[in-house]
Nanobody, 123 residues
């Protein structure tokens, strides 16, 4: 049984940084895409970033340059570094494991999800 557990969310200040972590268990992440999505209040869940099993990283245009996704296959961990926080980053952030090595930016491309971690950014 695959489980994904996010951590590292909390309250941040505009201009600051947060580092989110996702611990995976039940299926090695090595050959799968691992992604981050976020859902702001009253909005749909949207793609943030993904890292393919090959190591390729893909970012949403809205976060490119401020967010950095990384993975440690040996530890079955995925990370999301968020720099230069803005109030628009306020959302629940979800970690997801892709259906394949090359999953895309749609939620349907991912078959396992964590419970999410709240990020709140004050101005």
């Amino acid at each position: 049984q695959v489980q994904l557990v996010e951590s590292g969310g909390g309250l941040g200040q505009a201009g600051g940084s947060l580092n989110l972590s996702c611990a995976a268990s039940g299926r090695p992440i090595e050959h799968y895409s691992m992604g981050w999505f976020r859902q702001a209040p009253g909005k749909e869940r949207t793609f943030v970033a993904t890292t393919w099993g090959t190591g390729t990283k893909i970012y949403a245009d809205s976060v490119r340059g401020r967010f950095t996704i990384s993975r440690d296959n040996a530890k079955n961990m995925v990370y999301l570094q968020i720099d230069n926080l803005t109030p628009d980053d306020t959302a629940i952030y979800y970690c997801a494991q892709g259906r394949s090595t090359f999953s895309g930016s749609e939620p349907r491309d991912y078959d396992y999800w964590g419970q999410g971690t709240q990020v709140t950014v004050s101005s």
